[in-house]
Antibody, heavy 120, light 108 residues
Framework: EVQLVESGGVLVQPGGSLRLSCEAS????????MNWVRQAPGKGLEWVSY??????????YYADSVKGRFTISRDNVNDSLYLQMNSLRAEDTAVYYC???????????WGQGTLVTVSS | EIVLTQSPGTLSLSPGERATLSCRAS???????LAWYQQKPGQAPRLLIY???SRATGIPDRFSGSGSGTDFTLTISRLEPEDFALYYC?????????FGPGTKVDIK
């Protein structure tokens, strides 16, 4: 069974840092592009970051709202995806989902999400 | 940057009725890069339609997608109780992904 499980979401103060993890199982992580998508409380979905499959290269993209503060990475040996989040702001408060994307760029598998709360 | 607009914001219908949800792009987009998702409270989104009209694995055939250019439609032919949820369209552009604001389908 294809599964994604996020972890690492906690309450953090503004200006703080946090690393989210997403553990993949049931498929070969290195063959897929992966993403982080977030959803603020009561709001819609916002794509955060993309990392291409190891096979197709090392393309990485970020939404303008997180560029320069967040870093996406992957560990294919441990079947894990990460999101390093620095200089956190109140507006970064959201449930963060990891999601697998297909070549034509839709998200076919999602984790259950992990809640990040940025507050003093 | 392409902006997706969804209408209506809320659709109030009864079980058994037909639901028609619209997604409009601010400029013409490739049909291959347009997808639809369903999200229920407290759950992750679920892929329904990709490539504007292809159903994802396990999605019932009462869900269908259509459209091209700037106008896309998700149709639920006969609403089942489990179909009352939020629906998002999504597009992949140059180095970015965009979601529409969503349409809520609720029980009338």
């Amino acid at each position: 069974e294809v599964q994604l499980v996020e972890s690492g979401g906690v309450l953090v103060q503004p200006g703080g840092s946090l690393r989210l993890s997403c553990e993949a199982s049931g498929f070969d992580l290195k063959s897929y592009s992966m993403n982080w998508v977030r959803q603020a409380p009561g709001k819609g979905l916002e794509w955060v970051s993309y990392i291409s499959s190891t096979i197709t290269g090392s393309n990485i993209y970020y939404a303008d709202s997180v560029k320069g503060r967040f870093t996406i990475s992957r560990d294919n040996v441990n079947d894990s995806l990460y999101l390093q989040m620095n200089s956190l702001r109140a507006e970064d408060t959201a449930v963060y989902y990891c999601a697998r994307s297909r070549p034509t760029a839709y998200f076919d598998c999602w984790g259950q999400g992990t809640l990040v709360t940025v507050s003093s | 940057e392409i902006v997706l607009t969804q209408s209506p914001g809320t659709l109030s219908l009864s079980p058994g009725e037909r639901a028609t949800l619209s997604c409009r792009a601010s400029q013409s987009v490739s049909s291959s890069s347009l997808a639809w998702y369903q999200q229920k409270p407290g759950q992750a989104p679920r892929l329904l339609i990709y490539g504007a009209s292809s159903r994802a694995t396990g999605i019932p055939d009462r869900f269908s997608g259509s459209g091209s250019g700037t106008d896309f439609t998700l149709t639920i032919s006969r609403l089942e109780p489990e179909d009352f949820a939020l629906y998002y369209c999504q597009h992949y552009g140059t180095s970015r992904f965009t979601f529409g604001p969503g349409t809520k389908v609720d029980i009338k």
